[in-house]
């Protein structure tokens, strides 16, 4: 089922979201695919969106949702910053969807996560794939793209 998406300035977007426990797994699968049904309408209505967080439709657990070439559940992640290296660019997000915001993220990442089987999982990720998953894990911790702003000139509408 999609399920509305939180707007900005929406209270919960900025709140610290909790870790799932391994009891709450099978109460949970039903909401991986509510995101990803989310993911789809926001493709479907705007043209873009690869991931979203739980916090975005006001669930506070540390889970992302990724549809990227297969699904992927991510399920209370740490990320590792490979070497200092950044790179700038325009960020969208399914929470001001026509907004874009120039934010500055960290080029390469080592992404460590529990997937839907609570297996341990661990990817690195590089570029686009690595912006995408400090844009969702920033959400887990209640910070928006618009806080990560490079100055005050940093924001475009998208027509």
């Given amino acids: 089922m999609e399920r509305e998406i939180l707007l900005l300035g929406d209270p919960q977007l900025y709140e610290i979201s909790e870790e799932v426990r391994r009891e709450e797994l099978e109460e949970l ?15 479907r209505d705007y043209g873009f969106g690869r991931a979203i967080a739980a916090p975005q439709i006001g669930i506070q657990k540390r889970l992302i949702c990724m549809l990227i070439d297969r699904p992927y559940v991510i399920i209370n992640p740490t990320l590792e910053f490979v070497g200092d290296e950044m790179m700038e660019l325009m960020d969208d997000c399914m929470s001001f969807p026509k907004l874009l915001v120039r934010v500055r993220r960290y080029r390469r990442c080592i992404l460590r ?47």
């Fill in 29 to 43: 699968r039903p909401v991986f695919e509510d995101m990803f049904d989310c993911i789809k309408g926001i493709r």
């Fill in 113 to 159: 996560y529990l997937d839907e089987n609570w297996e341990q999982q661990e990817k690195q990720m590089d570029d686009d794939m690595a912006e995408l998953i400090q844009h969702e894990y920033d959400h887990l911790d209640g910070i928006l793209a618009t806080m990560r702003a490079i100055d005050n000139k940093s924001f475009v509408m998208k027509k």
